[in-house]
């Protein structure tokens, strides 16, 4: 196969001159240092890396509600057939927030998908609007964002209270859309089951104006600029809904309601960036690592609080690099919220969420968030080591994955540029390796496709290309259908990539090894087909490497076609002043695409490299002996001889020696063996060869 190249991380360039005096020695670019969040005890680079490898943002943006709600729609569509209902579709799967379904474990998270019933005759306003409504709303005697709904008469509906006819929320709340005649069995894949969405439904009533609770929603200034003014005229325009919901507290819980803002929400998380929605989502994976138990925060909760962090940074700023710090920052706000009892409600900012929860459970709480923000990332390996998401690796654990990093973390130094040298392109390596082991091609890819454009203005430098990075880790495969199939992949990715002739190359040489493995001669015909036409399509891409062509004269010879080998042989040969690094190494995983000689070489020394050239005198004697014509063969060898003289690698006169045992010439074989030995002494397999090829001589002498 042809050697890959490995890319070269150059230094830093000076930087140019700060004064006019021209004997003045450039100054250098100082270092790129680490930096630190301190209280997390974690570098921030690092941490980047490694919250977008944990939940890569590429899985983020997959994250589409469009089409599923379409489909949820059209199941309803068959229960709600008349004006006076609706349905909404809210909750964080509509939002963009949920998390994945966990493969290993078991994840309590919020109900996926809330379906909101809304009766469109059933309107409720204020009494001062002057307009005739179903119900009136008052919000005396209650707590703040709650409110009842008085009616003018008794019904079905509604219940007494104080000499007081209300709209009953328990009685309403009966009112729900019923599964029965849905046909078929309930499936547990996804929230699209129709009797899973329908028991998690809640009456609504519409509330068409804008609550003056809420007008200072509109009012208040945002430094981040989010949401825009069209979008808060949207929101408003379409008002709000009250559903059945009490206050913790309330003694009246059968006729409370409470405004609920819930289509409106959805609009606002429906416009948040990718980034934005990770970090909520990783902010989400932390509540339930440390949080969770007991329930006293919930999701909607951290939801509130993130709804107000994002009036404060403006969406320009939410970055890959500011990922982190984002997020430490409301670990920070979560736990400044907790010290001080108070969650304001995002539309009713005087209405605090939270003033429920006991003094008790405020000062359990106290602590365990302090340990999250003081253990940020040891909490989301602790979460993995439950919970495994269906995009990580199934065999290597986080914490083994990123051992690099964490060794790094452990030493606090601070140079950038040796953190990612020494941490995280290793870690990405391995990363990659796992996801590629593991058959998730798109993963490998995006893990170096992340590191190439996290740290390349980082380290103001190329880091390599990311194709040529996965070709390096391609190489490493030992499965050789995997191997086969990544190849594929990245052969389809990258199509216009001007590295592409190499990739093709070595998907050539993969589909050789699979040539060797079928066994009906169908099989081997197709396999051949489609190997040779790998080959050629590699060898007339631009930038093809003489080592690409080498391989393909490899095949050649060992399916018999040597006619055609020996014009691509002598191509090489007559080529090698302008590609004389090219070379040529095989493996275990080629054991099978070589002939014996090179099988020996592999056996003994796991691999045997050599200048493509020099590979390919010695595959054009082997044709040549093949197809009698000795007198090529010998004027070959005496070329040949030179050349490996001149080159004077061990691996290139054992190849000579080789050579000269085809034309049954056992001294010049000798003394080839022997120069192997004399340029590597622990050649064992040369002193062997040597020995050999010494007693052949020797034989024919004295016969």
Known sequence: MATATVEGMPMQEAAPTPGPTPEAEPAQEPEPTLEWD???????????????QYLPLYHVKKI????????????????????????????DVFEGWALPPVVVGKLEDSPRVHLMLVYNDMVCGD?????????????????????????????????????????????????????????????????ADLKT???????????????????????????????????????MLAGCHVVPWSHPQSKTKEIDWQYSFAVAERILMQSLTDIQRQCLMLLKIMYYESLSFPR??????????????????PQADWTDESLPSILLCLVDRILHAVIYGEIPHYFLGNTNVIDHIHEEFIFDLMPRISNVRQNPLQKLLDFSRLHTFPFWPRNTSWTQLIEPILADIESQQDDLQKGFINAILPASQTIAKCHIDEGRFEEGVETYRDLSQRFKDVLSRDIGSVLSNLTSVALSIEDLDISVGFHEYLAKTFSDDSRIASLKGNLGCMYHAKYHEVTTDEEKQQMATKTEATFQEAIASPGSSIATRTDYANFLCQTGKYEDAIPQLLQIIEGRKSQPSAGNMYTKEEYKTVDENIQRE???????????YVYSYYLLIACYVALGQAEDAKETLKEFEEA???????????????SFVRVENYKSATVAFAKAVEINPKNELAMENELTNTALAMSLEDG
């Open 38 to 52: 301190w209280t997390g005890n974690v570098p921030l680079p690092h941490f980047s890396f490694f919250l977008n």
């Open 64 to 91: 589409q509600s469009a089409s599923l709600e379409t489909e949820i729609h059209e199941q309803l569509a068959t229960l709600v057939k008349t004006a006076d209902k609706s349905c909404e579709l809210i909750g």
């Open 127 to 191: 009494k001062e609007d002057d307009q005739h409504y179903f119900a009136t709303v008052n919000t005396k005697d209650i707590n703040s964002g709650y409110l009842r709904l008085i009616t003018a008469e008794e019904g079905r509906f509604t219940a007494k209270y104080k000499d007081v006819i209300y709209i009953s929320a328990k009685k309403m709340s009966e009112y729900c859309l019923q599964p029965a005649g849905v046909g078929g069995a309930s499936s547990s894949e996804g929230p």
């Open 197 to 235: 969405i329908l028991s998690k439904q809640v009456v609504a009533f519409p509330h068409p104006k804008w609550p003056k609770k809420a007008e200072g929603w509109a009012k208040r200034e945002r430094i981040s600029g989010w949401p825009s003014q069209d979008m808060i005229k949207k929101i």
């Open 296 to 313: 006293i925060l919930t999701p909607e909760h951290i939801k509130v609080l993130f709804l107000w962090e994002c009036e404060n940074i």
């Open 602 to 612: 592999i056996d003994a020394h796991k691999q045997i490299s050599a200048p493509s």
């Open 644 to 658: 490996a003289y001149s080159l004077k690698d061990d691996a290139g006169y054992s190849l000579l020696g080789y």
